[in-house]
């Protein structure tokens, strides 16, 4: 007697989709997420990611279609991801950060050919949908029939779209290496880039970061940052899912209230947490901060940027059971690659950590050469975390695949222990308030001004976004124009993320003899000035 294929992969595949079926199976009637007064056991919410998974095939979606969706931090997001993943179909998450022309560049490179979103962004993006041809169904969140906008690609709400699924399990063949995300990150030119990233990828990375977070399935984490970005969905909320946590959404798309985020801590006796710096510096701010009971928290994560130590203690002694430590990585080679250990959360705290268990890192000169411990190079990766590659652009994945390694274009050094101490940006590119943005993308944009002759952009030491996206700027003779009139201009072309948080006028940009702009000239003399102007 033989068995059918499908049955075979049904066995032995790696499907991100299943780590929903096994919670469910290993506990039902525990809490999987609580989203405001929508509270969803493991049993519920894998019963909607089924009708989920089956409604979308039903629109005739075929093996790795996009599906896109913009949510802020909600349940049915999750939902979505897990049921495009049971499906066989690529989670297409939507950067809330993008202005709507970076938003259609995405939709359009992807062809998604479904996209689902939550009712507030309806009127935002009802005017961009009927120009992007790939979109066949349109799919409205916490919206009545009644309200939907009238449009001429088909459109229903999300409770439509689940009537028209089952409860029973999703069964797809789903191979190891099929794509279950695209993520579109800001990368080194204009335009983004789409990272796809197969199942066993994610897979992998959420079982080596629950390793390294000690995740257990009493385990309760409170997402903060969004879910459209690697850092939390990848590094966070699947780590969780693995080992059948809870998580607990908070929605900080109109900004981070620190004493909402306590009173969730208190309230839902959180034990794990991944925030920016800036986050913890807010909550050390609270005027109650005395008051406040955070002994329920295990691990405090911080990402993007390292901490002060004054810092570091001062958290210590705010969340006394916790470890505080930095986590780190990047879109392209699933999140989080290298985590501090807690022995070195004080010892090395400027540090990223050494590597997680299942990722290979090694520092390497340009001409491909593995350098010793201690010499300062480019980060390469190995391991299972990689990418599939970078949609529709062959030679780019190419590129940062060559000599057999990934290459992060991040700077570095790493000691004896295997600890990664980064030094600098290798293409300039700014991590600011846990977004990548390049610097040349925001230059253009300041250059357009018609009183700009030079400019140059980098990224500078600031004590809550991490680095701050700062402009230097040379006017032409004659010109007239404040820094408060440049950074309205950069608002109504860029992204607010990718915004300067400071534009100072010089008379002339240091240069090589080449007429090269000396960007680390410009860091060493100013490399305080947020420091400077937090104290003034």
């Known amino acids: 007697m033989s068995i059918s294929e499908l049955e075979r992969n049904l066995i032995q595949r790696v499907c991100v989709g299943d780590i929903v079926t096994r919670a469910e199976n290993h506990f039902p009637n525990k809490v999987a997420v609580k989203d405001g007064d929508v509270t969803l056991t493991f049993k519920q919410f894998n019963k909607l990611v089924n009708r989920c998974g089956h409604a979308l095939l039903s629109l005739g979606l075929q093996h790795q279609d996009r599906v896109a969706f913009m949510f802020p931090n909600a349940w049915e997001m999750l939902v979505c991801y897990f049921a495009c993943a049971k499906a066989g179909l690529i989670a297409m998450p939507i950067n809330l950060g993008l202005k709507p022309q970076d938003i259609a560049y995405c939709l359009h490179d992807s062809k998604a050919k479904v996209f689902i979103g939550h009712g507030e962004y309806m009127e935002r993006m009802s005017q961009l949908i009927p120009h992007l041809k790939s979109i066949e169904q349109v799919v409205w969140t916490r919206t009545e029939k009644k309200d939907l906008m009238e449009t001429e690609t088909p459109t229903m709400t999300f409770d439509e779209l689940l009537s028209q699924g089952t409860e029973s399990e999703v069964e797809t063949i789903i191979q190891d290496r099929d794509n279950v995300q695209l993520l579109y990150t800001s990368g080194t030119t204009s335009k983004p880039k789409g990272v796809l990233t197969s199942h066993v990828a994610v897979q992998i990375t959420a ?123 990047q879109t392209e080679f699933t999140p989080p690659t290298t985590f501090q250990r807690p022995e070195h959360k004080f010892e090395k705290a400027a540090s990223w950590g050494p590597a997680t268990p299942s990722v290979h890192i090694e520092i390497m000169d340009e001409e491909g050469n593995i350098l010793p411990r201690g010499e300062i190079g480019e980060i390469v990766y190995r391991g299972p975390h990689a990418m599939t590659g970078y949609l529709n652009l062959p030679e780019e994945t190419d590129k940062v695949f060559k000599h057999g390694w990934f290459h992060s274009g991040d700077m570095a050094w790493m000691d004896e222990e295997g600890v990664v ?116």
């Open 421 to 536: 101490w980064f030094t600098d940006r290798k293409k300039d590119m700014i991590k600011t308030g846990g977004e990548n943005v390049a610097s040349i993308e925001v230059e253009r944009v300041i250059l357009d001004h018609e009183s700009v002759h030079e400019a140059a952009v980098i990224g500078l030491t600031h004590p809550h976004w991490g680095e701050a996206v700062t402009a230097f700027i040379v006017g032409k003779p004659d010109a007239d124009v404040s820094e408060e009139e440049m950074i309205a201009y950069c608002k109504d072309r860029l992204a607010g993320f990718k915004v300067p948080k400071k534009v100072m006028f010089l008379e002339e940009l240091p240069r090589t003899g080449t007429g090269k702009v000396q960007k680390h000239l410009l860091r060493e003399q100013f490399t305080a000035l947020f420091t400077k102007l937090e104290t003034m």
């Open 207 to 329: 079982l080596s970061a629950a390793v390294r977070q000690k995740a257990d399935h009493h385990s309760i984490l409170l997402a903060v940052l969004p879910l459209f970005h690697c850092a939390m969905l990848n590094a966070g909320v699947l780590p969780n899912f693995v080992v059948s946590g809870t998580i607990v959404l908070a929605d900080i798309t109109k900004g981070f209230n620190p004493e909402e985020v306590a009173d969730i801590i208190e309230k839902e006796k959180v034990t794990s947490t991944a925030f920016l710096p800036m986050m913890h510096q807010a909550l050390l701010a609270l005027p109650d901060v005395a008051e406040r009971d955070f002994s329920s928290l295990e691990k405090a994560t911080y990402a993007m940027a390292p901490m002060a130590l004054s810092s570091l203690k001062k958290l210590d002694k705010l969340y006394p059971n916790a470890d505080v430590v930095l986590g780190s990585g």
